[in-house]
């Protein structure tokens, strides 16, 4: 999420992250992983509520979370704009609650290159060639 909301800030000024900002838009499946961890101020929260607002309908979207979406409110800070950000987030969706152990460490021995050749991996994002996918 950290990483995603980088992107937007610099959009306008760093070539690099409108590229991949615009592959992103592209896409038939966003994964966001660790949303709402971290606080976001105003215009963070606005750039991100633009986002979802442009995927909405046209994307499928994966996103994971440690809080609940009643959490969320708290760390953007503004009702408001959290609640158009759930409106679209949380129509038509399917919420699946996973409430056990962490998966990550209850895995760790599971290694990303033993389901895709090393050639497809770079740092967060994986890019699977059938899919049109964009993993942050």
């Known amino acids: 999420m950290g990483e995603l909301i980088q992107l937007l800030k610099t959009e306008e000024y760093v070539n690099k992250s409108k590229i991949q ?11 966001i992983d660790d949303i709402m961890y971290m606080a976001m101020d105003q215009r963070e929260a606005t750039l991100f509520f633009q986002l ?12 994971t979370s440690n809080r609940s979406p009643e959490e969320w409110t708290e760390i953007v800070g503004n009702q408001g704009m959290m609640t158009a950000i759930l409106d679209r987030l949380l129509h038509r ?6 409430n056990n152990e962490s998966h990550r460490l209850k895995n760790q021995h599971v290694q990303l290159s033993v389901a895709y050749p090393t050639h497809l991996k770079t740092s967060l994002k994986v890019y699977l060639p059938w899919v049109n996918l964009f993993y942050l």
Do not use: F, T
Request: proline residues 0%; without cysteine; glycine residues 0%.
């Open 93 to 98: 969706v399917e919420v699946i609650h996973m």
């Open 21 to 31: 900002l615009k592959r992103l838009r592209a896409s038939d499946l966003v994964i």
């Open 52 to 63: 979802v607002h442009q995927l909405y309908e046209q994307s499928s979207l994966i996103l």
